[in-house]
């Protein structure tokens, strides 16, 4: 037998003719709040077209930051045992990341013209981690429609926010640790990460439609492999700094070095 | 009593309304709190928080599930509220506004968990914001109709010596202000639920001009921003004409002091607006922000209420409803 709710509500509201004009407002307001019920992530799409080429030409280099870094922000994080136990004081955030000799860290490398065709995404997942109360790492790069797995190492209370513009966003809890998500991405962007609980935890996961790109290590070296013969535009992207490109031409079996500077100066 | 039932309300009502009024003034500055500290999102589901009533208070979460559970106390008290003003015979009018306010409490609330199951689309966060206004106007206006100022408002209104003209123009006014600083809320609104306050990095001038030109006009908030800005001293014109025609009828008893509030209210607020620039967004002054920006609406709101009561109470308003012509009367 269905539950009766208007009835019910007209026999409690009899007593007090004032009460009338809220009846009419409880149905909908239930099944506007079961409207808005996140729903489950969209399948993987296989983007249509012809298949794209690995050849054997290969550039590798360094990545540095000439002059004096800019000042990187500065948290306490006392707004959670957890973390502040983690991490004492001030902690400076690695926003501009610099190793010995320049070294820039985080440096997202990524062919955005000379690449054609489609290719497929690896089945195997790249982890994003939530450890100490930073995303470990920083900076991650993954195919379009390759699995991001996100987990969580700290034993406090984490949310995952993925502020996506291309692809769809999405707002995770992750109330303890062993917690796992896995996500795919089917468009091309740069995906900002946050946590709003603890707002200095920042990430950028790279979706890239092809598998020619890199993320410098704390030794700013980058080495991109697989591409077949031909010319190719390749930008060096950084949080903080702006954007930087460069144009090269590789034949068959070449492995070219570039080196790419950036200059203390700043993004807006 | 009057002829819509009104008459002096009884200790607890008063004690009821003002206290409805204050926590929702408070509720207020908790959902300042939330925006200003960036914690919106801390808490991903709604109604519950991480599946739970009471999950750990850190971090972010300590800002929106307080939220929470402050607007949950506070729509608990409006809707008893009701049941004061019902069973203690309050007149229909209050009691309508109470009604009201339950009602727009109830649709805050759905706002307030559709905007983060939707990741805070500015639309619904706006309208979460400023909805937020209008629940405040009304438990205001109820602590104010139910106040004993109220009663001695009532008295003294037709006895008192006041120029009819001068008391439209004061209404005019009075309403104008009030309506254009609830459009200035709704722009705040939009700027901050935008991430538009630092559209433009200094103040008074615009990228050190009077007026941003060319691709500055371009950058990512900087017309909502402005415009925010801009509109700001139309307002503050606005409340401090209303404030000045207001001190002309101080025959009318809270009026000066009102006035007095509404000034001292308009140039807090200007200055809290200019801080929030000059500290890049320093939470207790963006906080204090929206929260002065609500007294400045509520100063509004009450002086135009006040004087509509006036108005109805004046002999002018007497000798009309008798049928004689208004030329007449005066």
């Not at chain 1, 790279?206 to 598998?211: L, S």
């Not at chain 2, 050190?208 to 001293?233: I, M, Q, Y």
Request: proline share 7%; hydrophobic share 50%.
């Amino acid at each position: 037998m269905r539950p009766d709710f208007r009835s019910g509500a007209s026999k409690s509201m009899k007593t007090f003719p004032a009460f009338r004009p809220l009846r009419g407002g409880l149905v909908p307001l239930a099944f506007l709040i079961a409207a808005c019920s996140p729903k489950a992530p969209e399948a993987s799409k296989v983007p249509a077209g012809p298949p794209g080429k690995l050849g054997t030409a290969a550039v590798a280099g360094r990545v540095i930051l000439e002059g004096v870094p800019p000042a990187n922000t500065r948290v306490t994080m006392t707004t959670d045992p957890f973390c502040n136990g983690r991490h004492p004081g001030e902690t400076e955030m690695p926003e501009v990341a610099v190793g010995s000799e320049g070294a820039l860290e985080n440096v997202l490398l990524r062919v955005t013209e000379g690449a054609s065709g489609v290719y497929p995404a690896p089945a195997e997942a790249k982890t994003l981690d939530q450890k100490g109360c930073a995303y470990s790492p920083r900076v991650l790069a993954i195919m379009t429609g390759q699995p991001l797995k996100i987990v969580s190492s700290d034993a406090t209370i984490h949310n995952v926010h993925a502020a996506a513009k291309e692809n769809r966003a999405f707002n995770l809890g992750m109330p303890a640790p062993g917690a796992r998500y896995t996500r795919t991405f089917e468009k091309p962007e740069i995906v900002p990460f946050r946590c709003d609980v603890h707002p200095w935890m920042r990430a950028f996961v790279a979706v890239v439609p092809h598998p020619f790109f890199a993320v410098t290590g704390a030794d700013g070296r980058f080495e991109i492999r697989g591409l077949p013969a031909g010319t190719y535009t390749v930008e060096a992207w950084h949080e903080k700094l702006p954007t930087q490109t460069f144009t090269l031409t590789l034949a068959d079996g070449q492995a070219a070095t570039r080196d790419v500077v950036f200059s203390a100066v700043p993004s807006a | 009593m009057s002829d819509d039932g009104e008459m002096t309300p009884s200790r607890p009502v008063r004690i009821a309304a003002r206290t409805v009024a204050v926590s929702v003034f408070l509720l207020l500055i908790a959902g300042a709190l939330v925006t200003s500290t960036g914690s919106g999102l801390a808490v991903p589901d709604w109604p519950l928080s991480y599946g739970k009533l009471m999950p750990p208070m850190v971090g972010g979460i300590l800002y929106e599930h307080g939220h929470r559970m402050i607007a949950a106390t506070v729509a608990t008290m409006v809707g008893l509220q009701i049941l004061v003003l019902g069973f203690r015979r309050t007149d229909r009018t209050t009691f309508r506004l109470g009604l009201a306010a339950f009602g727009a409490i109830l649709a805050q609330a759905v706002l307030g968990g559709l905007t983060v199951l939707f990741l805070l689309p500015p639309a619904i966060s706006s309208a979460h914001a400023g909805l937020a206004q209008i629940v405040f106007a009304l438990t205001a206006t109820i602590a104010l109709r139910t106040s004993l100022f109220w009663a001695r408002f009532t008295d003294a209104a037709p006895r008192a010596a006041v120029e009819h003209g001068l008391r439209a123009r004061a209404s005019r006014l009075a309403l104008w202000a009030a309506g254009a600083t609830y459009v200035q809320i709704l722009l705040g609104a939009i700027v901050r639920h935008t991430g538009a306050g630092l559209a433009i990095p200094d103040w008074p001038l615009s990228f050190g001009k009077v007026v941003p030109t060319g691709a500055e006009w371009a950058g990512d908030g900087v017309l909502a921003h402005f415009t925010h800005r801009t509109f700001a001293w139309a307002v503050a014109a606005l409340v401090v004409a209303a404030a000045l025609a207001l001190r002309k009828l101080d025959a009318l008893p809270g009026l000066r002091r009102l006035s007095t509030l509404w000034l001292v209210l308009v140039a807090l607020q200007v200055a809290l607006g200019a801080t929030s620039v000059w500290t890049t967004k320093a939470v207790w002054a963006t906080s204090a922000h929206l929260a002065v920006g609500g007294l400045l609406w509520i100063a509004g709101v009450l002086a135009a209420v006040l004087l509509a009561r006036a108005a109805a109470l004046s002999p002018d308003a007497a000798v009309a409803e008798a049928g004689e012509p208004q030329e007449a009367a005066a």
